[in-house]
């Protein structure tokens, strides 16, 4: 059972086009150029972003090592303050947890940050620890998919997923290409915080269940999303044939996910999409032949806070389970995909 979602945003909040007018004088070039960067940052659909550290204080992070310095010290602080945020909601401590998932593609860290976190927050010696590094966009539908597997073997423990990403400490100044553009327009900062419960703690409380979850990989796809590691750190790959591979595979596995259930896509009353950008929300919704109300709330978020990678999925579950709009016995499937290339699909009834 889906307990509480925590969430914590960067204070540091800029609009669009401010973003994209300090990011052009740093690239600089022609007024053709300067209206195509416009044009493609516009066509993301975002309104504003949050930045992990004041946008004058980019300059300064001029190597890896810096950016990923800088990227372990933020990552902990928001990563504490989501984590206490979903465990206030749920009346619950820290020692509570007993098995803590984490998830990120926007940094490195040995220990990973849970393990700074278990320091920090006094969580049990005996806790688990589940560190996942690169499903970039998935993974937060992933995490929540691994923790609800756990917890159906270990039923009366509890679980968090905590998903920490800081994809303008990613930025490459020196990349001027189209990928890294839009990349430098969509993407923000954020910390999310799933808290689940084993079916033996649901004490029937109106918070959706995981009820399955299914994995969609598609072979010989690796270069349509990606990093390449350069020597400035995380470098996008970004294949504009990503839309058209939601388009021409989700909703074959979409269903034969839901048929193996025994339902179809008419028994699914929400879809709780991660926001990948316009061309990949449309894509969902013609593979899934639904209407765009059915994705409000992802686009209502993309244009709030831009793509936040694997948590901008929980992001928009968090805000259906604060909705009020859901009733008993309701269906939603909560979908994102991301390198591999992949998907994943949990089923939730509330």
């Known amino acids: 059972m ?30 053709e150029g300067r209206a195509r960067f ?36 933020r990552a902990t602080d928001l990563g504490q ?25 926007t940094g490195i860290a040995s220990p990973s940050i849970d393990a700074k976190l278990i320091n920090r927050m006094s969580m049990r010696t005996d806790i688990k620890r589940t560190p996942i590094f690169g499903l970039g966009c998935v993974g937060g539908a992933a995490g929540l998919a691994r923790a609800a597997d756990y917890l159906r073997a270990f039923p009366t423990h509890t679980a968090m997923l905590l998903s920490v990403e800081l994809c303008s400490l990613t930025l490459q100044l020196q990349d001027k290409s189209i990928a890294n553009v839009i990349a430098s327009g969509l993407f923000a900062d954020s910390a ?19 009820v399955a979850s299914r994995s969609m990989f598609f072979h010989d796809t690796e270069e349509m999303m990606a990093w390449r590691l350069a020597d400035s750190g995380f470098q996008i790959v ?19 996910f839901l048929s193996s259930l025994g339902l179809s896509r008419r028994d699914v ?22 209407p765009r109300c059915a994705l ?16 901008s999925v ?29 998907g994943e699909l949990v089923l939730l009834q509330w």
């Open 2 to 31: 889906l307990r509480s979602m925590g969430r914590a945003l960067p204070q540091n909040y800029y609009p669009q086009e401010m973003i994209s007018a300090a990011l052009w004088n740093e690239w600089g070039g022609s007024d």
């Open 38 to 73: 416009d044009r493609l940052h516009r066509s993301v659909g975002v309104r504003g972003r949050h930045l992990a550290i004041p946008m004058e204080d980019y300059r300064a992070l001029d190597s890896f090592s810096k950016m990923n310095d800088k990227w372990i010290e």
């Open 81 to 105: 303050q989501a984590i206490e945020s979903a465990l206030c909601q749920a009346g619950l401590e820290p020692a509570d947890i007993d098995h803590i998932f984490f998830t990120t593609v």
């Open 192 to 210: 999310a915080a799933a808290l689940l419960v084993g079916g033996a703690r649901s004490d029937g409380l109106p918070c959706p269940r995981v």
């Open 238 to 256: 970004l294949s504009a044939g990503v839309p058209d591979l939601v388009r021409n595979k989700l909703r074959q596995g979409v269903d034969s």
């Open 269 to 290: 009353g929400h879809w709780v999409a991660h926001t990948g950008g316009p061309k990949v929300l449309q894509a969902i919704e013609a593979a899934l032949e639904i």
């Open 296 to 311: 409000a709330r992802s686009w209502k978020s993309l244009a709030a806070l831009g793509n936040l990678s694997s948590a």
């Open 314 to 342: 929980l992001y928009v579950a968090a805000d259906f389970m604060e909705s009020k709009i859901t009733r008993r016995g309701d269906y939603g499937v909560l979908l994102s995909m991301g390198p591999g290339f992949c």
